[in-house]
């Protein structure tokens, strides 16, 4: 297929396009930079001939400054109009199916009950960006067009999350949100190509995309053993609440499953239970003593 992809430069677009590639798909770069996304007509002549856009578009902060609002203004921006221009675009070109990334922290905390498509969701500031984005590609979805949304896991691996979690544990910080019995999405950066690529023939529809749920306190752990610690830490009361609302939804119990998409699609995660050596690829090299 001729494939657009939006979002090269994001974490899971840096994942996606070597393995869209390398899958035979004709993949066509839509941008390098952030403003290009809000060009409708540049957008909508870029992408003439393609068969489908995937938008991989994101811009999350990461650390201390993930607290900030500031911090999140061009994230959310790529997550609602960018979407929606996008769609627009698309509209224009004639391309008959979009593939949206979103996020599977989106659904309300089920503590220790599995979540499924159909479990809800629970909008909040942090949120809402996703939501908007979603609704515009199910509009764009009809008896002639196709519209995905895969709500992914969080990208471990190579990704900039999991470096700063490597770096943060290693110095004995806390890292861990949320109970410790609680459940956390996650796939592995080496999955996301796959994924995406099983996209491109799925019907409409929303999508849990990700590994096996990780209990919280496993997830800490392995990013000690990783660190070289004996153990790590989780966040207390007050600085979860220092961490403010774009947090929280880290912090929920998400025991998702991905069967409706790996029963439609054949694809299953090749790294389907989470271990400190997923965290291979997010190791910073440490200089030989003198």
Same mark, same amino acid.
């Given at each position: 297929?001729?494939?657009?992809?939006?979002?090269?430069?994001?974490?899971?677009?840096?994942?996606?396009?070597?393995?869209?590639?390398?899958?035979?798909?004709?993949?066509?770069?839509?941008?390098?930079?952030?403003? $290009?996304? !809000?060009?409708?007509?540049?957008?909508?002549?870029?992408?003439?001939?393609?068969?489908?856009?995937?938008?991989?578009?994101?811009?999350?902060?990461?650390?201390?400054?993930?607290?900030?609002?500031?911090?999140?203004?061009?994230?959310?921006?790529?997550?609602?109009?960018?979407?929606?221009?996008?769609?627009?675009?698309?509209?224009?070109?004639?391309?008959?199916?979009?593939?949206?990334?979103?996020?599977?922290?989106?659904?309300?905390?089920?503590?220790?009950?599995?979540?499924?498509?159909? %479990?809800?969701?629970?909008?909040?500031?942090?949120?809402?960006?996703?939501?908007?984005?979603?609704?515009?590609?199910?509009?764009?979805? %009809?008896?002639?067009?196709?519209?995905?949304?895969?709500?992914?896991?969080?990208?471990?691996?190579? $990704?900039?999350? $999991?470096?700063? %979690?490597?770096?943060?544990?290693?110095?004995?910080?806390?890292?861990?949100?949320?109970?410790?019995?609680?459940?956390?999405?996650?796939?592995?950066?080496?999955?996301?190509?796959?994924?995406?690529?099983?996209?491109?023939?799925?019907? $409409?529809?929303?999508?849990?995309?990700?590994?096996?749920?990780?209990?919280?306190?496993?997830?800490?752990?392995?990013?000690?053993?990783?660190?070289?610690?004996?153990?790590?830490? !989780?966040?207390?009361?007050?600085?979860?609440?220092?961490?403010?609302?774009?947090?929280?939804?880290?912090?929920?119990?998400?025991?998702?499953?991905?069967?409706? !998409?790996?029963?439609?699609?054949?694809?299953?995660?090749?790294?389907?239970? !989470?271990?400190?050596?997923?965290?291979?690829?997010?190791?910073?090299?440490?200089?030989?003593?003198?």
């Amino acid at each position: 297929m001729r494939v657009a992809v939006a979002g090269v430069d994001s974490v899971v677009g840096r994942c996606a396009v070597p393995g869209l590639e390398a899958a035979g798909h004709d993949v066509v770069r839509l941008d390098r930079g952030v403003r $290009s996304l !809000f060009d409708v007509d540049a957008t909508s002549a870029a992408m003439q001939g393609c068969d489908a856009i995937v938008n991989l578009s994101a811009q999350m902060p990461v650390g201390p400054s993930a607290r900030w609002e500031r911090s999140w203004r061009t994230h959310d921006l790529l997550r609602t109009e960018g979407v929606r221009n996008l769609v627009a675009a698309a509209r224009a070109a004639g391309v008959r199916r979009v593939v949206q990334q979103s996020v599977s922290v989106v659904y309300a905390d089920q503590a220790q009950d599995w979540v499924t498509e159909e %479990s809800p969701v629970c909008v909040t500031c942090a949120t809402e960006p996703a939501s908007v984005g979603e609704l515009a590609v199910q509009d764009f979805a %009809s008896t002639c067009r196709s519209g995905v949304v895969l709500r992914m896991g969080l990208v471990l691996g190579d $990704s900039s999350l $999991s470096r700063w %979690s490597l770096r943060a544990a290693a110095i004995g910080r806390p890292i861990g949100l949320g109970a410790p019995q609680g459940y956390v999405h996650v796939i592995h950066s080496d999955d996301v190509a796959g994924a995406i690529d099983a996209a491109l023939t799925v019907p $409409s529809g929303v999508y849990n995309v990700g590994a096996e749920p990780v209990l919280r306190a496993d997830l800490v752990a392995g990013y000690a053993t990783a660190a070289g610690r004996d153990r790590g830490t !989780f966040a207390g009361p007050l600085m979860t609440r220092w961490g403010g609302k774009r947090l929280e939804p880290l912090a929920r119990s998400l025991r998702v499953s991905s069967d409706r !998409f790996s029963g439609r699609t054949g694809w299953a995660p090749r790294r389907d239970t !989470f271990d400190a050596g997923w965290l291979d690829a997010a190791r910073v090299p440490v200089p030989a003593a003198s």
